[in-house]
């Protein structure tokens, strides 16, 4: 496993995404840690292991390099990293609850969050609500006292932006004995932190701003406690859900440059916000950084800047929300989001139908946006000719 004798305990945040659990290698002096593409390893002697390598599900250089720079960067005791953002998931999940606990979920959540919900956990055992996590009286009566092990929280949320107040979920559910899970692939370790500000455990679909590139899947568990962060490594090993060293160094790679993509990712969010807001086929633009957002003071206190995903309502309602999505050109139509390219989709009908008929249904008329690092005026160009 890589260590950081160099780094200072107060280096900032480029300095650990470029840095944490990237030492040369120390044969060859080599500035890029090499990828460790291998299954297994020649053991010294039975029973021990080199450097408590034996076997690539259970251990692996590169992912530790990963790990390393994800707890390192969210201000964690212990990042691990999976093969997936829902299989972080489903294995935090099994990890923490049995069957007969509850959890508490947003009423607006990624649809492939919700199907792990209703359609996985559900038959297992565990039960949820849903309740909008920017109303704490909510949040506190969907609580089942002694069975309630979690809120989980996605903030901002995919795909309506709605905002929740980390450190006041946090006091909630320590009230009750509970976790606090934020799921911070939207915002990045870049722009919010919620471990330092109550959490206990942080979420991320790795492929999205972390990876930034769209060429790799992957999702990430970090956490504040070094006993949890023990039983989440047995269940990462006994499960199996870990990514590949390709994987994972192409999501390093990805992490050296999150502060300077994020920094361009808001710059042109804004600008696309502030055109959307005068358009007149747009009836409302969700973004957090508009004073008139319900939750903008909320998450001016606990987000660096706003992020660079942006929704709005189609003013012609569902089939107009649909003909933009279709006629832009530079924005790709697909899903997922969080890298360099900008990409437009129809939550409705791409990545939350599997919430369709449910309390997390997203209006029919809704666009979501992921902006892109690209010149800006391009895509405010190609978003004017897909509204005209």
């Given at each position: 496993?890589?260590?950081?004798?160099?780094?200072?305990?107060?280096?900032?945040?480029?300095?650990?995404?470029?840095?944490?659990?990237?030492?040369?290698?120390?044969?060859?002096?080599?500035?890029?840690?090499?990828?460790?593409?291998?299954?297994?390893?020649?053991?010294?002697?039975?029973?021990?292991?080199?450097?408590?390598?034996?076997?690539?599900?259970?251990?692996?250089?590169?992912?530790?390099?990963?790990?390393?720079?994800?707890?390192?960067?969210?201000?964690?005791?212990?990042?691990?990293?999976?093969?997936?953002g829902l299989a972080a998931e489903d294995t935090l999940l099994r990890t923490v609850c049995r069957p007969g606990d509850h959890v508490v979920i947003p009423n607006d959540a990624y649809g492939g969050t919700y199907r792990l919900f209703a359609k996985v956990a559900e038959r297992w055992g565990l039960a949820w609500t849903a309740a909008p996590l920017d109303d704490l009286d909510a949040v506190r009566a969907a609580f089942r006292p002694g069975h309630t092990r979690m809120i989980w929280a996605e903030t901002p949320t995919n795909p309506l932006l709605n905002i929740a107040d980390i450190p006041a979920l946090a006091g909630l559910a320590h009230e009750y004995d509970a976790l606090l899970t934020v799921d911070n692939t939207f915002a990045s370790p870049y722009l919010q932190q919620p471990l330092a500000l109550g959490a206990d455990v942080v979420v991320h679909s790795t492929t999205k701003y972390l990876g930034g590139h769209s060429d790799v899947v992957g999702g990430a568990l970090v956490v504040a406690d070094t006993g949890l962060g023990d039983e989440l490594a047995f269940h990462q090993n006994a499960m199996g859900a870990v990514n590949g060293p390709f994987d994972a160094w192409l999501t390093v790679r990805g992490i050296k440059t999150l502060g300077v993509r994020m920094d361009r990712h808001c710059d042109n969010a804004e600008r696309i916000v502030a055109f959307l807001s005068e358009h007149e086929k747009v009836s409302r633009v969700l973004y957090p950084g508009l004073d008139s957002h319900p939750g903008h003071e909320t998450a001016a206190k606990q987000m660096r800047r706003f992020g660079g995903m942006v929704s709005f309502r189609a003013a012609g309602g569902a089939e107009q929300a649909i003909e933009i999505c279709n006629r832009t050109k530079l924005f790709v139509l697909?899903?997922?989001?969080?890298?360099?390219?900008?990409?437009?989709?129809?939550?409705?009908?791409?990545?939350?139908?599997?919430?369709?008929?449910?309390?997390?249904?997203?209006?029919?008329?809704?666009?979501?946006?992921?902006?892109?690092?690209?010149?800006?005026?391009?895509?405010?160009?190609?978003?004017?000719?897909?509204?005209?």
């Open positions: 496993m890589t260590t950081d004798h160099n780094l200072a305990g107060g280096a900032g945040f480029d300095t650990l995404a470029i840095h944490a659990g990237q030492d040369p290698d120390p044969r060859t002096g080599a500035v890029v840690p090499p990828i460790y593409q291998t299954s297994t390893y020649a053991q010294d002697a039975v029973g021990s292991p080199r450097l408590g390598y034996e076997y690539s599900r259970s251990g692996n250089p590169t992912r530790d390099s990963l790990q390393e720079c994800l707890a390192a960067i969210e201000g964690g005791r212990r990042g691990l990293a999976f093969a997936s697909a899903e997922s989001l969080g890298g360099v390219e900008s990409l437009i989709e129809h939550p409705g009908q791409m990545t939350h139908l599997s919430a369709a008929g449910s309390a997390l249904e997203v209006p029919a008329d809704l666009v979501r946006l992921s902006v892109g690092i690209e010149t800006v005026d391009d895509l405010l160009a190609d978003l004017e000719q897909a509204l005209g």
